[in-house]
């Protein structure tokens, strides 16, 4: 078995990614790095890496009905849900299968490509970027989110060492992926080299209320590449993990949800 850590997901977890990831974690991050873009009405825009579409959503309301938004992503499962959601009121949402390396659109046709959490995932980032930067206008500009460090990032370091201790580094690296690109240097770097103008560069902290973690941890793995190893390992071994995440944030339980800090870079620079 291989895990995928290029967050490959089936359809089913594409699904579960949408339920469970979006509403709990990923969904407040695209939020803060739209907000952070600091969309105007009328703008055009693309999600790369936009997955069941949570960063495309909020933008679609922030640019209005005279913009439009278009989500990217290379795996048609999370493009068949991103498509399955309600709509939102605000600019149209046109979904397509494409390839960060290779962008189907003309050079400077956009004014802001937004990225949330998928720089890390793309062998290829140096061409990812100068796709970014081929197709936003003289006078556009990129958002992008990677998460900090992961031991900024308590809940998912805890989930990491616990699934590397009880089950595999295999399995664990299909979260791991998402911290591959976390330092400040590295990033900034990267930008440089693709040539990028302005480079501004913050920290987002999200105290986010997660369900009770008896619940949420199976159910989060679940919609993760992790998925495939915790099913395979035996139940006492499931209930291990799932009861060594419980006791690591006791602490952090207030009234029935489980208060705990993640923390993203958040990126804005201009071509
Ligand atoms: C962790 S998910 C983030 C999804 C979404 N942006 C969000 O914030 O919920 C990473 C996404 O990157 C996509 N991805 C990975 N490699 C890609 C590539 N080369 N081109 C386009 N999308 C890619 C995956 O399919 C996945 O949907």
């Known amino acids: 078995m291989t895990t995928s850590t290029q967050w490959q997901l089936a359809r089913e977890s594409a699904e579960r990614y949408q339920n469970i990831l ?69 600019a149209s949402i046109t979904w397509r299968e494409a390839d960060a390396a290779q962008l189907p659109l003309n050079d400077g046709s956009v004014d802001v490509v937004l990225c949330a959490q998928t720089l890390q995932f793309l062998p290829e980032k140096e061409k990812g970027l100068a796709e970014m930067r081929r197709v ?28 590397d201790h009880h089950i595999g580094s295999e399995t664990a690296a299909g979260l791991r992926s998402a911290f591959g690109l976390t330092n400040s240097q590295e990033i900034e770097d990267l930008l440089r080299d693709a040539a990028f103008g302005e480079i501004n560069m913050s920290v987002s902290q999200l105290d986010l209320p997660l369900p009770l973690l008896e619940s949420f941890v199976p159910r989060h793995i679940s919609a993760t590449p992790m998925a495939a190893g915790f099913n395979q390992a035996d139940e006492n071994t499931q209930q291990g993990v799932v009861h060594s995440m419980a006791a690591r944030f006791e602490t952090h339980v207030v009234e029935n949800q489980t208060i705990i800090p993640f923390r993203s870079h958040m990126i804005l620079v201009s071509k």
């Open 22 to 90: 979006t509403p709990s974690i990923l969904g407040p991050f695209a939020r803060a790095l739209v907000d952070f873009a600091d969309l105007q009405k009328g703008e055009q825009v693309i999600d790369v890496g936009c997955g069941t579409g949570a960063a495309a959503r909020f933008a679609a309301a922030a640019v209005g009905g005279s913009g439009a938004v278009q989500g990217l992503d290379k795996n048609g499962s999370m493009l068949a849900v991103a498509r399955e959601q309600p709509p939102v009121s605000g």
């Open 136 to 163: 936003v206008s003289e006078r556009g500009r990129v958002a992008l989110s990677l998460w900090c460090a992961i031991e900024e990032n308590p809940y998912f370091d805890a989930l990491v060492s616990t699934i």
